[in-house]
């Protein structure tokens, strides 16, 4: 594996929440796109309002991902270690966004927010550790 997969994976982390908040939008009445925050808020139907919980959430986690991912880089972390760490996270956050839409029990969801919270974690630890 190289880092250009973790450099993907990065994108694809960029591009989630633009995914879920195109659910959103296509589960609601028609969009209006004057006022996108008084639209979803007059939303009646849940999953716009989980589809939009899922797209805030994905820009949360994004720059502690990216940061993550570029810190153990120039820390010269295995670049090994950085791909799969960096594919667990964009794996897990996929699910998280699939569950969190779906409306599955909140324990799957909390799994899967911890799981890519925990790779974003071992990425920076890691470099912290490669430069001690």
């Known amino acids: 594996m190289s880092l250009a ?3 993907w994976c990065v994108l694809i982390a960029a591009l989630l929440p633009y995914v879920w908040v195109t ?3 296509a589960s609601g009445e ?3 796109n004057r006022d996108p925050r008084a639209w ?3 939303q009646t139907n849940p999953r716009v309002h989980r589809a939009n919980a899922a797209q805030l959430n994905s820009y949360e986690s994004f720059a502690p991902f990216a940061a993550a991912v570029i810190l153990a880089q120039l820390a010269g972390v295995a670049a090994e270690r950085i791909a799969l760490l960096a594919m667990l996270h ?3 956050r996929i699910v998280h ?3 969190y839409i779906a409306g599955l029990p909140h324990g799957l969801r909390s799994l899967a927010w911890g ?3 925990a790779c974003t ?3 920076v630890g890691q470099a912290a550790v490669q430069v001690a």
């Open 5 to 7: 997969i973790a450099y």
């Open 90 to 92: 964009v794996l897990f």
């Open 40 to 42: 979803t808020a007059r």
């Open 30 to 32: 028609r969009y209006d």
């Open 121 to 123: 974690l071992l990425l």
């Open 115 to 117: 799981v890519a919270f």
């Open 97 to 99: 966004g699939v569950v």
């Open 23 to 25: 659910i959103a939008k």
